[in-house]
């Protein structure tokens, strides 16, 4: 059985190319993209203007620019994740 990404219920801009992400299921954390930012659809947000106008897309439970560009919902969600206190991302394992 395929388990599904939980859905993001907010995405916040911290500055950089900090995005605060939070999920239905209690999974929050600040992932930082600057290192994924390559290739023709992400080199464009390097301007942290373009970044910053990010928008929640949350029926895919993904993040997009006004470019197009969008992550990987289950991307987004180990990075989140991963960046979560361990009680948080310990109980989003479960």
Known sequence: MCKLTPKIV?????????????????????IDLEPD???????????????????????RSTIYWPNEADLAPEFLYDRARTSAPKDKAHHAAE
């Open 37 to 59: 930012l390559w290739g023709e659809m992400f080199e464009p947000l390097k301007d942290k203007t373009l970044f910053a106008q990010f928008k929640l897309y949350p029926e």
């Open 10 to 30: 907010a995405a916040d801009y911290i500055g950089d190319y900090r995005i605060r992400l939070r999920y239905e299921d209690g999974v929050a954390g600040e």
